[in-house]
């Protein structure tokens, strides 16, 4: 069982950053893909990055493509969403998920996911 630990959200103004942490629980044996997810008020949620075991394949939606960069250290366990030049569209919750499958973690079907954190971004 995997538990993962979102932190890092919160109040920001437009074009500013944010640096996403999400740590899996300690002793976590495996290779998992990971990846972050947004859902705002009244939206169904969106993929937004994944990454795979090695780290050497990236995807991102297109929404935030040149501003958001998704990395891990398996040493920590974590992976981390670095966001720049926010916007007011990027308002939301958001959740980290994990799989044993990059494809699964893409497509929102993970066999974990963090609690999430809050992301505001002010006008």
């Known amino acids: 069982q995997v538990q993962l630990v979102e932190s890092g959200g919160g109040l920001v103004q437009a074009g500013g950053s944010l640096r996403l942490s999400c740590a899996a629980s300690?002793?976590?044996?495996?290779?998992?893909?990971m990846g972050w997810f947004r859902q705002a008020p009244g939206k169904v949620r969106e993929f937004v990055a994944a990454?795979?075991?090695?780290?050497?394949?990236?995807y991102y939606a297109d929404s935030v493509k040149g501003r958001f960069t998704i990395s891990r250290d398996n040493g920590k366990n974590t992976v981390y969403l670095q966001m720049s030049s926010l916007k007011p569209e990027d308002t939301a919750v958001y959740y980290c998920?994990?799989?044993?499958?990059?494809?699964?973690?893409?497509?929102?079907?993970?066999?974990?996911w963090g609690q999430g954190t809050q992301v505001t971004v002010s006008s």
């Open positions: 998920a994990a799989d044993a499958r990059t494809r699964a973690v893409r497509e929102g079907l993970g066999d974990y």
């Open positions: 300690e002793g976590t044996s495996g290779t998992y893909a």
């Open positions: 990454i795979n075991w090695a780290g050497d394949a990236l």
